[in-house]
């Protein structure tokens, strides 16, 4: 076990990573500087109307291209995030693919969409600033634990990263890595397992994201975390606010820092949660 100095939080903030009927029941679920209109979104949502399926090829580039500048000025920068390596791979990845076609009238609004089998793929805001958090390094060697559509592995790939992913529904990785290899992200290493596991033998890494929330932070993903690297991953009780929390390991030992509150879907076990 690692001793963990604890470090004060450094902000409060609630992602929105549950599914939007349970979201919109939880009070305080949105960031307290951007209220919640009456339909779940944020004010001035992006709303791109998209009449079937078989439009998501067919759909002008340019108006995705506008909602997701807005997406990244607004939602993202707008509220502090400014990395430019991170604002660069927000901007780069097509957002629109990664979501169901039901929903791509709303691929770049402010608010997690579902994706199947109980997952959703995550508020924008929440990826970027999980992202700029890790203080990624091309090259760097990074696990992302919770796969789902992909989308944060392709921001991951952006930044010029070693990325390694695992998803433990078999579904949503094999569609993850279609993807992925569809859009160019052929590098990223898809695996379908539990990733409580982590993917011991290809560790060290040099950070670690985990995109769904266990209730302590898991010993094997704590062990395979290089010296100098950094982890990040909500911690709490599955349906209620939990904490953000950004490990570093320094001589061998964590040093932890509180980012805030967040509320995301449970982390899954391969035996159930």
């Known amino acids: 076990m690692f001793e963990v100095a604890i470090h004060p939080p450094r902000r409060r903030f609630v992602c929105r990573t ?13 960031p307290a500087s951007q ?10 949502a992006v709303q791109t109307v998209v009449a079937s399926g078989e439009d998501r090829a067919a759909v002008a580039g340019e108006g995705f291209m506008n909602a997701r500048e807005r997406m990244v000025t607004d939602q993202i920068e707008g509220r502090g995030v ?3 390596a991170v604002l660069v791979a927000m901007r780069a990845v097509p957002r629109h693919r990664f979501v169901p076609d039901e929903f791509l009238d709303q691929a770049y609004a402010d608010h997690p969409l579902p994706i199947g089998y109980g997952q959703t793929i995550s508020q924008p805001y929440i990826v970027a600033l999980m992202t700029e958090a890790l203080r990624l390094k091309p090259g760097e060697h990074v696990l992302e634990i ?5 989308y944060q592995a392709a921001i991951l790939a952006e930044l010029g990263v070693d990325t390694y992913t695992i998803e433990i529904i078999p579904e949503l990785a094999q569609q993850a890595e279609a993807r992925l290899a569809e ?9 379908q397992a539990d990733g ?11 950070a670690i994201i985990v995109t769904a929330a266990p209730d302590h932070l898991p010993q094997p993903l704590a062990n395979q975390l290089a010296n100098g690297g950094r982890l990040i991953i909500p911690i709490g009780p599955p349906g209620a606010v939990q904490s953000l ?6 001589d061998g030992q964590l040093q932890a820092s509180n ?3 967040v509320v995301f879907v449970p982390f899954t076990r391969s035996g159930g949660q």
């Open 18 to 30: 549950l599914s939007l009927a349970v979201c919109l029941s939880l009070a305080g679920c949105a």
């Open 35 to 44: 209220p919640v209109s009456p339909g779940g979104e944020s004010p001035g």
């Open 82 to 84: 400014d990395d430019p």
């Open 146 to 150: 919770g796969t789902g559509s992909g």
């Open 183 to 191: 859009l160019g992200y052929s590098d990223v290493h898809v695996r």
């Open 196 to 206: 409580y596991f982590g993917w011991e033998e290809n560790a060290p890494f040099d």
């Open 245 to 250: 929390w950004l490990f570093e390991k320094l």
């Open 259 to 261: 980012l805030g509150e």
